[in-house]
């Protein structure tokens, strides 16, 4: 060989020492796999969408700058001006934060790395769900009807029809003319078709709308859901119904004695149940006001009551009151004639013997007196 190429051929060793290896090919790197969080977002929703990537060649590759563009769901951080090398069988991954601007839909933000040296650049679409479907909210509990300060049971189930979890579910009842306990409810996470259910203790003060607010985070991303309820009075099917029968009316000195029984027709307690005479009447002693106790639904108990009248009256209320599990207080009356029992035995304002009765000692004296009279004519 002559002298001139042996001493190129050793030049151009000397150039590829120098230069060392050669960098792996762009088809060397791939996008193994892309996540968002949250996995499905709503519109004007902020996410963190993460890309990874890996160098399956066996050579490092250089790569300049990495970058997200897109329309629909657009990025909010700066690309990454300065990568640097990835190792022949490592990964690297790039994080950034995306913002859903446009409607419903599946858009393909593309993810792009620049290689260094003009090696050209590697463009990945990357699918990002939009959907604005919200938790739903229902009553599942409540009265037939409301009433004045009165307690009620409120139940409410919260779905998540959505496609991804919600977190941190709360409910709030808001509004004014009543009262609630608890003041909120927590259900915690839902899974997609999953459902929770919290109970609120309301007693309404007026008739009004009570506003159960569902709260909820997609991620970051706080969301809200209103359920309106109606407050209006009505009569309450369950609710205790204590009623009086075999009323038996009988008159006594200075008065009326009522007896009777009353029972519990409704399907509620009836608590602290009492019975007393109403106006016209003046209850008097030995019993002013009868103590019935409690009256399960369907319970009976007998009862007496005392009173007496000006001597016009023909018929006078018996007042029953009560109350319900929650101390709300209730009266009804029942309206008892006094035409059937005889006109009672007035008694002495100073506590003698009645008029009637004056007039029979008297009678009864006179008699004895002309008995001994007209015994001793004939002795």
Same mark, same amino acid.
């Given at each position: 060989?002559?002298?001139?190429?042996?001493?190129?051929?050793?030049?151009?060793?000397?150039?590829?020492?120098?230069?060392?290896?050669? +960098?792996?090919?762009?088809?060397?790197?791939?996008?193994?796999?892309?996540?968002?969080?949250?996995?499905?977002?709503?519109?004007?929703?902020?996410?963190?969408?993460?890309?990874?990537?890996?160098?399956?060649?066996?050579?490092?590759?250089?790569?300049?700058?990495?970058?997200?563009?897109? +329309?629909?769901?657009?990025?909010? +951080?700066?690309?990454?001006? @300065?990568?640097?090398?990835?190792?022949?069988?490592?990964?690297?991954?790039?994080?950034?934060?995306?913002?859903?601007? !446009? !409607?419903?839909?599946?858009?393909?933000?593309?993810?792009?790395?620049?290689?260094?040296? !003009?090696?050209?650049?590697?463009?990945?679409?990357?699918?990002?769900?939009?959907?604005?479907?919200?938790?739903?909210? @229902?009553?599942?509990?409540?009265?037939?009807?409301?009433?004045?300060?009165?307690?009620?049971?409120?139940?409410?189930?919260?779905?998540?029809?959505?496609?991804?979890?919600?977190?941190?579910?709360?409910?709030?009842?808001?509004?004014?003319?009543?009262?609630?306990?608890?003041?909120?409810?927590?259900?915690? /996470?839902?899974?997609? =078709?999953?459902?929770?259910?919290?109970?609120?203790?309301?007693?309404?003060?007026?008739?009004?709308?009570?506003?159960?607010?569902?709260?909820?985070?997609?991620?970051?991303?706080?969301?809200?859901?209103?359920?309106?309820?109606?407050?209006?009075?009505?009569? =309450?099917?369950?609710? /205790?119904?204590?009623?009086?029968?075999?009323?038996?009316?009988?008159?006594?000195? !200075?008065?009326?004695?009522?007896?009777?029984?009353?029972?519990?027709?409704?399907?509620? @307690?009836?608590?602290?149940?009492?019975?007393?005479?109403?106006?016209?009447?003046?209850?008097?002693?030995?019993?002013?006001?009868?103590?019935?106790?409690?009256? =399960?639904?369907?319970?009976?108990?007998?009862?007496?009551?005392?009173?007496?009248?000006?001597?016009?009256?023909?018929?006078?209320?018996?007042?029953?009151?009560?109350?319900?599990?929650?101390?709300?207080?209730?009266?009804?009356?029942?309206?008892?004639?006094?035409?059937?029992?005889?006109?009672?035995?007035?008694?002495?304002?100073?506590?003698?013997?009645?008029?009637?009765?004056?007039?029979?000692?008297?009678?009864? /004296?006179?008699?004895?007196?002309?008995?001994?009279?007209? @015994?001793?004519?004939?002795?």
């Amino acid at each position: 060989m002559r002298p001139i190429y042996l001493a190129i051929i050793t030049l151009l060793c000397a150039v590829l020492a120098v230069a060392g290896p050669a +960098s792996a090919a762009p088809a060397d790197l791939t996008v193994t796999s892309s996540s968002l969080d949250p996995a499905v977002l709503m519109k004007g929703d902020t996410g963190m969408l993460t890309v990874t990537i890996q160098n399956n060649g066996a050579e490092p590759v250089a790569i300049r700058s990495a970058r997200l563009h897109g +329309s629909g769901v657009v990025p909010l +951080s700066d690309p990454y001006p @300065s990568v640097g090398e990835i190792g022949a069988g490592n990964t690297k991954t790039f994080t950034f934060t995306v913002r859903a601007d !446009g !409607g419903e839909g599946t858009f393909y933000p593309t993810f792009v790395l620049d290689f260094r040296d !003009g090696g050209g650049n590697l463009r990945y679409p990357v699918p990002i769900q939009v959907e604005d479907t919200p938790l739903s909210a @229902s009553v599942i509990r409540k009265p037939d009807a409301f009433a004045e300060s009165r307690t009620a049971d409120i139940t409410i189930r919260v779905g998540n029809p959505r496609p991804n979890n919600a977190s941190g579910v709360q409910v709030v009842p808001l509004g004014s003319g009543f009262t609630v306990t608890p003041t909120s409810g927590f259900i915690g /996470a839902l899974a997609p =078709d999953a459902s929770g259910t919290v109970t609120f203790n309301l007693t309404p003060t007026a008739e009004t709308d009570v506003t159960f607010q569902v709260v909820w985070r997609n991620g970051i991303n706080t969301h809200t859901t209103d359920l309106v309820l109606p407050v209006a009075f009505g009569e =309450d099917k369950k609710k /205790a119904d204590p009623i009086i029968t075999n009323v038996e009316v009988m008159s006594e000195s !200075g008065g009326y004695r009522v007896v009777g029984d009353i029972m519990n027709a409704g399907l509620e @307690s009836a608590r602290s149940v009492l019975v007393t005479p109403g106006q016209p009447a003046t209850p008097i002693d030995p019993f002013r006001v009868y103590v019935v106790g409690t009256l =399960d639904p369907d319970d009976i108990s007998s009862f007496e009551v005392t009173f007496k009248t000006d001597g016009t009256v023909t018929e006078i209320p018996l007042v029953i009151e009560y109350r319900d599990d929650d101390g709300n207080r209730y009266t009804s009356t029942r309206m008892v004639g006094l035409g059937s029992a005889p006109a009672p035995i007035d008694e002495r304002e100073d506590g003698g013997f009645p008029l009637v009765g004056a007039i029979v000692v008297v009678l009864v /004296a006179l008699g004895v007196a002309g008995a001994i009279y007209h @015994s001793w004519r004939r002795a």
